[in-house]
Nanobody, 119 residues
């Protein structure tokens, strides 16, 4: 089992910045990929950014150039630095931890952290 604790959400004005954190604990496999997703009211959950255990990253087009995903493998923490925030970035942000070892594949979700951007 892996437990995820997210933090860093809050209320910010448009143009401002926030940094989200996702701390993992428990039985963590070396081979993993961590992603941030978001879900706005009335909308489906969507992928925001992903980072692999080797540091490869991928971003949704709507955050490219504004958001940066990074990780600290020693602390088992993944960050999402969000700059130039827009009102449409308002959503609950969720951390997803997917890991594999041999034939075992596991995925875990955090509880979510609210990000509200006022215009």
């Amino acid at each position: 089992q892996v437990q995820l604790v997210e933090s860093g959400g809050g209320l910010v004005q448009a143009g401002g910045s926030l940094r989200l954190s996702c701390v993992a604990s428990g039985r963590i496999f070396i081979d993993n990929a961590v992603s941030w997703h978001r879900q706005a009211p009335g909308k489906q959950r969507e992928l925001v950014a992903l980072i692999t255990s080797r540091g490869s990253t991928n971003y949704a087009d709507f955050v490219k150039g504004r958001f940066t995903i990074s990780r600290d493998n020693v602390e088992n923490t993944v960050y999402l630095q969000m700059n130039s925030l827009k009102a449409e970035d308002t959503a609950v942000y969720y951390c997803n931890w997917a890991q594999s070892m041999d034939m075992i594949h596991q995925t875990y979700w955090g509880q979510g952290t609210q990000v509200t951007v006022s215009s």
